[in-house]
């Protein structure tokens, strides 16, 4: 079945830092992937996508680039600030048939971001 | 265009009531998807629906959980008979007609049974 790994948190970063959170992932087709961002008390909210190899995904500054070869997604930013503190969630989606289906999601990783 | 909408937002049972979470998609919307999100956890898919039919609920536990996406009205998942392994947020989502894999989530329900 499909599976997503996650780097595990917390990560803990001052502000400005690089930031690289690790995502792998196992399918048997040819899935899209995602990147969702969670802040306290609230609801996922979609960060950046990838549909087929090689391409890249970005927003806010995010980037993860869709690596067919390693089965990756690495989530990277140049320089993180104290608001990009929350919990990241990669996940993928297979489609079936002719509808979507259910995202597969990692476990999350909690992004600290210190002043 | 307002987004998903969950209610209520906190749900209190005790074991052994009924607990329903609500789920209105965003306008235009008829694709469904309810997620649980255990402490410390991923959300794990649990069923899809369409409009009146369920179209995958391979990740809704055999028991007690049933979901339903009615002609009008929100998308409501229902457990029966609480127990305090139920507690977890539920987050609904849902898609665009056509089977987009983009999804688009609620705020979630957070349900604690005492």
């Known amino acids: 079945g499909n599976s997503v790994t996650q780097m595990e948190g917390p990560v803990t970063l001052s502000e400005e830092a690089f930031l690289t959170i690790n995502c792998t992932y196992t399918?048997?087709?040819?899935?899209?992937l995602f990147w969702y961002v969670q802040y306290p008390g609230e609801g996922l909210q979609l960060l950046l996508k990838?549909?087929?190899?090689?391409d890249k995904g970005s927003n806010k500054g995010f980037e993860a680039t869709y690596r067919k070869e390693t089965t990756s997604f690495h989530l990277e930013k140049g320089s993180v600030q104290v608001s990009d503190s929350a919990v990241y969630f990669c996940?993928?989606?297979?489609?079936?048939?002719?509808?979507?289906?259910?995202?597969?999601f990692g476990k999350g990783t909690h992004l600290i971001i210190q002043p | 265009n307002a987004g998903v909408m969950q209610n209520p937002r906190h749900l209190v049972r005790r074991r052994g009531q009924e607990a329903r979470l609500r789920c209105s998609p965003m306008k235009g919307h008829s694709h469904v998807y309810w997620y649980r999100q255990l402490p410390e956890e991923g959300l794990k898919f649990m069923v899809y629906l369409q409009k009146e039919n369920i179209i995958d609920e391979s990740g809704m536990p055999k028991e007690r959980f049933s979901a339903e996406f009615p002609k009008e009205g929100p998308s409501i998942l229902r457990i029966q008979q609480v127990v305090r392994g139920d507690s977890a947020a539920y987050f609904c989502?849902?898609?665009?007609?056509?089977?987009?894999?983009?999804?688009?989530f609620g705020p979630g329900t957070r349900l604690t049974v005492t």
């Open positions: 399918a048997t087709g040819y899935p899209s």
């Open positions: 990838a549909t087929k190899a090689d």
């Open positions: 989502a849902s898609s665009p007609i056509g089977g987009s894999d983009e999804q688009y």
């Open positions: 996940a993928l989606s297979e489609k079936s048939g002719g509808g979507a289906d259910g995202l597969t």
